[in-house]
């Protein structure tokens, strides 16, 4: 029994050496692995960390883009909103002169925000000058241009020069501030003023240094909406005003139809005495051309196929309309109104107006036509009627270049039984690079009276130009 034991204890002490060092194996095996494997959760949380960081980067680049994209969206669509409004002015000249130029885009911050007897008016919508990125985003637009001109006059005793400021489109700036308040409604304000020192319509042979003109055009607030049409309130353009002078000639700045701009504050002399009358060219030519700009609310319909309508109510218990259409097509582009006021003075009943324009595109041909009558209680109406053959073409790189040769008669002015006539030729050349134009006109008045004193006629040549900003 003794030796047995002994044997089976002999045995059993290698196995459990070996035993031992497979243990000892494993758990340096297994440390080694646990070693690795801290190693790799250390490379995992790196990884995780910089994933977040990506991904920070990535959601913050996002919004970013976001943000860019709904500012470029505005843009987009405020510019798109200004070029539909320059081509309607294109498609519907509702004035004889081209809108005055745009200047650059300069960025402001929203807390600093803020288009007369010329037929020349700003664009409703013009071009931004100063912008904020907000919600509530408001565009500046600053505008306007300086029209200078010499007259010299043979009013049948001599020739006098006078230096003035061309009264057919005075100088003048304007502040144009327009919000977007919805994808269809505009918010929109204009102040505009004359600063027009020595108006050609106001000098005479009495005062050919007259006092500086510095008035308010304009100061008007408007809701623009292409579904539902635009509302005026304020002092501006009324319904009828410059629907008698409609024209597509390109000579309107020194010729159109309210002749008595260029020198309209001259005074007749009377024939063989060479005496001074009290009657002026201004008293002896009309237009009629609508009820001026007044102290007004004044709606305007949306276009429906090239046509539309306005009407005001104006200060004094005065009240006008007109309808308004504009084209173009087989070569030809046209524009036209009519109106109808109300104009609430003394021995005057109803005033109408109209006129129309057409220019071949090719041969840049053009006819222009008005008409104008003022119903009175007590003596002939008066009317006056006045026609315009055009050509206007690109004959210098530098713009175009105009010409035009116009005739009007009036009737009953002053009196009921004068008639008055006039004739003109107008050239203007074009500097688009410049926003310039330089012009020259002939112009002969003459006023055929029954009674006297009869009168002499009065030339006048007149050189200018005009420069937009």
Do not use: C
């Amino acid at each position: 029994m003794v030796v047995v034991g002994l044997t089976l204890h002999i045995v059993a002490v290698p196995a459990l050496a070996r035993a031992d060092a497979d243990v000892s194996e494993l758990q340096r095996i297994i440390a080694q692995q646990q070693r690795q494997l801290e190693a790799q959760q250390k490379q995992l949380d790196a990884q995780r960390e910089m994933l977040e960081q990506i991904q920070a980067q990535t959601q913050a680049l996002v919004e970013g883009a976001a943000k860019e994209v709904d500012q470029l969206e505005r843009r987009v669509a405020d510019q798109q909103q200004q070029l539909t409004s320059l081509q309607s002015r294109v498609s519907d000249p509702t004035r004889p002169s081209l809108p005055p130029r745009q200047p650059m885009t300069v960025k402001s911050s929203p807390s600093n925000t803020t288009a007369s007897a010329s037929p020349v008016a700003a664009p409703t919508a013009p071009e931004k000058v100063v912008a904020s990125d907000g919600p509530q985003a408001v565009k500046l637009a600053i505008s306007g241009h300086v029209n200078r001109m010499i007259n010299f006059v043979n009013d049948g005793s001599g020739t006098e020069t006078y230096f003035v400021d061309n009264d057919n489109s005075e100088s003048q700036v304007r502040f144009v501030g327009t919000a977007k308040a919805t994808d269809d409604l505009e918010i929109g304000a204009t102040i505009e003023l004359s600063i027009a020192p020595n108006k050609s319509g106001n000098v005479d042979q009495l005062d050919q240094d007259t006092n500086n003109i510095f008035d308010q055009r304009k100061a008007e607030l408007t809701l623009d909406s292409a579904g539902f049409g635009k509302l005026w309130l304020g002092k501006g353009n009324t319904a009828s005003y410059t629907s008698a002078s409609v024209d597509l000639s390109g000579t309107a700045v020194i010729a159109y139809s309210t002749i008595v701009d260029t020198a309209g504050g001259l005074f007749f002399r009377e024939r063989g005495s060479g005496e001074l009358t009290d009657v002026r060219i201004g008293n002896a030519f009309s237009a009629f051309d609508g009820l001026n700009r007044r102290n007004r609310i004044r709606y305007d319909s949306p276009k429906f196929a090239g046509f539309h309508v306005r009407t005001s109510a104006i200060s004094d218990q005065r009240y006008d309309g007109s309808l308004w259409w504009s084209g173009q097509g087989y070569g030809f582009k046209a524009a036209g109104a009519a109106a109808v006021g109300y104009p609430n003075e003394d021995g005057t009943k109803l005033q109408y107006d109209g006129s129309f324009s057409a220019l071949h595109q090719n041969t840049g041909l053009n006819l222009t036509f008005s008409a104008g009558l003022l119903e009175n209680k007590e003596q002939k109406n008066q009317q006056n009627t006045y026609v315009k053959l055009g050509w206007r073409k690109g004959l210098l790189p530098v713009g175009d270049t105009a010409f035009g040769v116009d005739y009007t008669k009036g009737r009953s002015l002053p009196t009921e039984t004068d008639t008055s006539e006039s004739f003109g030729f107008a050239a203007v050349q074009n500097f688009d690079r410049f926003g310039t134009e330089l012009y020259a006109l002939y112009r002969h008045h003459a006023l055929d009276r029954t009674q006297d004193p009869k009168v002499d006629d009065i030339d006048v040549v007149a050189v200018g130009a005009r420069v937009k900003f």
